[in-house]
T-cell receptor, first 110, second 113 residues
Framework: QKEVEQDPGPLSVPEGAIVSLNCTYSNSAFQYFMWYRQYSRKGPELLMYTYSSGNKEDGRFTAQVDKSSKYISLFIRDSQPSDSATYLCAMDNQGGKLIFGQGTELSVKP | DAGITQSPRHKVTETGTPVTLRCHQTENHRYMYWYRQDPGHGLRLIHYSYGVKDTDKGEVSDGYSVSRSKTEDFLLTLESATSSQTSVYFC????????????FGDGTRLSIL
């Protein structure tokens, strides 16, 4: 079993929809949680960075961490075609070595 | 962009040949990382460096070596490339202060025939 599980999709939604992306993990030592966005043929771009449990909001993006359930989520409100990309969750146990989910491919249709 | 340049961006080579990929940063960050990205596996850590001449292995280090003689440059070498090393390779950097997140370059697409 992988340390971090992420549904690869693909996920297709209409423009304006609320998108929910999720990851589960097994290592309770993880304390830092990240979401990266990756466009085709580009490197991952940091979207959200959170520590421990709770919510963090940045514009149309909200990251949630539930350490008791070992579950993290990324919500995208009012989704746009420009949000079409692969979204990667990543986690760190303070050792500096990130463990990534395999990524969810999102398509937002106009 | 985070001031990371990877070279070459694309390379096609033959099995058994040596290959070196370069990562150059202009941020003066102490930590540098090499990952590979494959379908179904996401990003996996190959090697990382926590300072000049200080390196350590990651999850998938077999068949790879690294060197860091200057803060700004981190080299990844495949001594004798195999077809299983066909992948997209990403370099990342981070500043260790306060558990800063990693920032990535745009990758090198390597095909080994």
């Amino acid at each position: 079993q992988k340390e971090v599980e992420q549904d690869p999709g693909p996920l297709s939604v209409p423009e304006g929809a609320i998108v929910s992306l999720n990851c589960t993990y097994s290592n309770s030592a993880f304390q830092y949680f990240m979401w990266y966005r990756q466009y085709s043929r580009k490197g991952p771009e940091l979207l959200m960075y959170t520590y421990s449990s709770g919510n963090k909001e940045d514009g149309r993006f909200t990251a949630q961490v539930d350490k008791s359930s070992k579950y993290i989520s990324l919500f995208i409100r009012d989704s746009q075609p420009s949000d079409s990309a692969t979204y990667l969750c990543a986690m760190d146990n303070q050792g500096g070595k990130l463990i990534f989910g395999q990524g969810t491919e999102l398509s937002v249709k106009p | 962009d985070a001031g990371i340049t990877q070279s070459p961006r694309h390379k096609v080579t033959e099995t058994g040949t040596p290959v070196t990929l370069r990562c150059h940063q202009t941020e003066n960050h102490r930590y540098m990382y090499w990952y590979r990205q494959d379908p179904g596996h996401g990003l996996r850590l190959i090697h990382y460096s926590y300072g000049v001449k200080d390196t350590d292995k990651g999850e998938v280090s077999d068949g790879y070596s690294v060197s860091r003689s200057k803060t700004e440059d981190f080299l990844l070498t495949l001594e004798s490339a195999t077809s299983s090393q066909t992948s997209v390779y990403f370099c990342a950097i981070s500043d260790p202060g306060g558990n800063q997140p990693q920032h990535f370059g745009d990758g090198t697409r390597l095909s080994i025939l």
